[in-house]
């Protein structure tokens, strides 16, 4: 997948999360999503963070945090998260569609793997669905992979194969784990509710990975 399929695919993907969000209840907003630690309204205000944030404003919280990346993130998306209304923080993410802005140090795979995952971290609790193409979430998983920091699936899952059974996309070295790549994309980012679409010898290993606390997945 290129560069520009992969931004009209984050495009597609802000106005489906948008979408679902217009159409939350009070209550729905106050659910805890896949994102240890966060609500639904916490990653929803998380979603428009990269590319809507100002320099200095970034750069306050990296001092405030000490140079310590997930002290800086949940710092800067809870503050968003409070001082934004449920409306606005809508606003935000349909207001970045068609952005190409990215945070310091990322690329384009970035916020492909960013609005996929966290789609999924707001859907999944409230029992509802977000479609992905099972392309983009091969793209992203491939990614996690490579880019390691901060997800580090191949320490964290080691002893497992991970193989797609809707794309041709496979990862790891043992017990093989098989599945739909969205749900092994979330496996991969430290999402145990991925499990529940996979099967194969390796389930049990991973059921026992998976409860092993992990630090923030952002």
């Known amino acids: 997948m290129d560069k520009e399929t992969s931004w009209r695919i984050i495009d597609q993907q802000r106005k489906r999360v948008a ?86 140090g990322t690329v384009w795979r970035d916020p492909l793997l960013d609005v996929l995952v966290h789609g999924q971290d707001i859907a999944r609790p409230l029992d509802v669905s977000v479609d992905s193409p099972a392309e983009a979430a091969q793209v992203a998983a491939e990614w996690a992979w490579q880019r390691r920091f901060p997800f580090a699936p191949a320490r964290r899952l080691r002893g497992l194969r991970l193989v797609a059974d809707d794309v041709d996309w496979a990862r790891g070295t043992g017990a093989e784990l098989c599945g739909p790549v969205l749900s092994l994309l979330l496996l991969s980012t430290g999402r145990a509710a991925g499990l529940r679409e996979l099967s194969g010898p390796g389930l049990e290993l991973a059921r026992t990975l998976m409860a092993t606390p992990a630090a923030r997945t952002t």
């Open 19 to 104: 979408d679902l969000l217009d159409s939350l209840t009070p209550d729905d907003w106050s659910t805890p999503s896949l994102c240890e630690g966060w609500t639904v309204r916490d990653v929803a205000a998380h979603l428009s963070l990269a590319a809507t944030a100002r320099t200095g404003e970034t750069l306050g919280y990296v001092v405030r945090a000490r140079g310590n990346f997930d002290r800086m993130i949940d710092a800067a998306t809870l503050d968003r998260a409070r001082a934004r209304s449920s409306a606005e923080i809508v606003a935000d993410l349909r207001g970045i569609v068609g952005s190409r802005k990215l945070a310091p």
